[in-house]
């Protein structure tokens, strides 16, 4: 069987199994000893692969934009406190104007990451359901990552995202405040 070729052998230099104890280990719901295929025929199961890759392709692309998101964001608020700078904020209405548009930009940004986030989620809702279409071993290698951990993950990093450009608005403000 395939899992139990992917059973290690040995653990740190030491044999996989006490002393005494036999080949036949209990089996793990982590690592199945017996794999129970699926029950879908061929095409079917081809249908599966192709939309679980296009699901993985839209997650990867859905991230992507939303670091994107930040980088277009972090070179507009910069650009525009450069040139509030530069020209030594003689006109206290284009000023005013630019921190509106900053202020604009920044929301409008969080809701971008935010849509993209809830996105990312029904993505991987579509891939849970696919894979547990699949057989007893791809259950068990994708119960290796805890989806709970991921789930922390992601959000951490969507608040990080979301907290980093409202203090970016934040400082431009404080840079443009005593010019209005």
Not at 129 to 139: G, L, V
């Amino acid at each position: 069987m395939v899992a139990r070729e992917l059973r290690p052998t040995t653990t740190g230099g030491r044999p996989a199994f006490p002393s005494g104890a036999t080949d036949e280990q209990p089996d793990d719901p982590l690592n199945p000893i017996d794999n129970l295929p699926s029950s879908l025929d061929e095409m079917t199961h081809a249908e599966f692969i192709a939309v679980y890759n296009d699901a993985s392709a839209n997650i990867r692309f859905a991230k992507e934009q939303q670091w994107r998101t930040v980088l277009y964001f972090t070179i507009g608020a910069i650009a525009v406190t450069t040139y509030g700078h530069m020209s030594h904020w003689a006109d206290a209405k284009l000023s005013f104007y630019l921190l509106v548009i900053v202020w604009l930009f920044s929301l409008m940004s969080v809701g971008i990451l935010l849509s993209l986030q809830w996105w990312q989620g029904s993505e991987h809702d579509k891939i849970d359901y696919i894979a547990a279409k699949w057989s007893s071993f791809t259950a068990a290698a994708r119960r290796r990552k805890s989806k709970r951990m991921s789930d922390v993950q992601r959000y951490g990093m969507l608040a990080s995202m979301v907290l980093y450009l409202e203090l970016s608005t934040i400082a431009v403000t404080r840079v443009f405040w005593p010019y209005l």
